[in-house]
């Protein structure tokens, strides 16, 4: 056993012993579900006999529905542009502060964008998601924090607990899953002074936990329910592998149809990329939601992410798309015009397919 290993097999047994519950292939009757086996068929009482059930075919065709489908984002360099604040721009993490250098027009208009495309992609995801969760390994209130000082017009759609993402610190549930927590600093974006294998074990297990109790409270509004459409954003191989980690450790009905779709996206971007990655993500995210399939993207090393996308998306029609082939790729910043005729071309290809 690696050491990630450990970590999930403990986390695993402790949640079985405070659920207190067996896990098997026998659900309770639903709206979900169709029943396999009727002890009145048999003649005979059989009382003790619960009944199999699957989740029937009409609940299969509804995969892409909000209420069945499950969408986690990272926040660090996914939606908030961590790198660029704080890394190029030399902003305090820690609060605004005096010293903080003053920031000129081109970075305010730059701020002022990322606003826009950030605001416009959540709201899209939460309206094919009626779980959009944010799930970060940052200290809490860290997400919060970010909102009030930089995009405080985004805090009213935070506050929307019905139609808004929701904020899950993965640390939270990371602690309440191991009594042993010496050694470990949380911080916003790393866990300190550790080896750096056991600091992205520790960083995966996290959120695994976390995105495990997401999944398995969302797909319980009705007996029977099944998993059946979860998509994942972030910036790090441990977004990716922490919900497959959850769908392969699924015990589930052996007709489940599950659907696991991740993209893992640059790390460190500019703010530039990171809006475009928003934008492109925004349109693109209804063809993800109605894939069918697994979907599972890598555009850390892609310089080409629209080729990436028609290929995962089965959308050959993307790759004719004149779209800025830099970025990501530290190159120069995209031209306002080029990428807004790129999206328009984007959008108008994906509402015609």
Same mark, same amino acid.
């Given at each position: ?29 639903? +709206?979900? =579900?169709?029943?396999? %086996? /009727? ?5 005979? $009482?059989?009382? @003790? !006999?619960?009944? *199999? ?13 909000? +209420?069945? =489908?499950?969408?986690? %984002? /990272? ?5 908030? $542009?961590?790198? @660029? !604040?704080?890394? *190029? ?265």
């Amino acid at each position: 056993f690696s050491r990630s290993d450990t970590y999930l097999l403990v986390a695993a047994m402790m949640d079985c012993c405070v659920s207190g519950q067996k896990r098997d292939h026998w659900l309770p009757f639903g +709206a979900d =579900t169709v029943t396999l %086996l /009727d002890p009145s068929v048999l003649h005979v $009482p059989t009382p @003790e !006999l619960t009944p *199999r059930v699957i989740p029937s075919k009409s609940s299969w065709l509804r995969f892409a529905e909000p +209420a069945q =489908t499950l969408i986690f %984002l /990272d926040w660090d360099d996914t939606l908030f $542009p961590s790198s @660029e !604040l704080f890394d *190029r721009w030399g902003l305090s993490s820690k609060g605004a502060r005096a010293e903080d250098p003053a920031l000129s027009d081109e970075r305010l208009r730059s701020l002022v964008v990322w606003r826009t495309s950030i605001r416009q992609f959540l709201e899209e995801a939460c309206s094919l998601s009626d779980r959009c969760v944010i799930v970060t390994n940052a200290a809490r209130p860290w997400v919060h924090n970010a909102i009030d000082r930089f995009a405080p017009e985004l805090r009213e759609l935070f506050d929307d607990a019905e139609h808004g993402p929701s904020v899950v610190y993965a640390r939270d549930v990371f602690e309440k899953h191991r009594s042993r927590t010496q050694g470990m600093d949380f911080r916003p974006c790393s866990f300190s002074q550790q080896h750096e294998m056991e600091q992205n074990d520790e960083m995966m297990t996290a959120k695994y936990l976390a995105m495990k109790r997401e999944c398995t409270k969302f797909y319980s509004h009705y007996p029977g329910q099944s998993w059946k459409n979860i998509l994942s954003f972030g910036d790090t191989q441990c977004d990716r592998d922490a919900v497959q980690e959850v769908a392969f450790r699924r015990s589930a009905p052996e007709v489940e149809r599950l659907r696991t779709k991740t993209v893992v996206l640059p790390t460190d971007p500019r703010i530039s990329d990171l809006c475009l990655n928003l934008d492109l993500l925004r349109l693109s995210l209804p063809a993800r939601v109605a894939l069918d399939d697994d979907l599972d993207i890598n555009l850390r090393d892609c310089r080409d992410p629209l080729e990436m996308f028609s290929r995962g998306l089965n959308v050959p029609c993307l790759r004719h798309v004149d779209f800025p082939r830099h970025v990501g790729g530290g190159g120069l910043k995209p031209d306002e015009g080029e990428v807004a005729r790129a999206l328009d071309q984007i959008l108008e290809l994906l509402s015609e397919w």
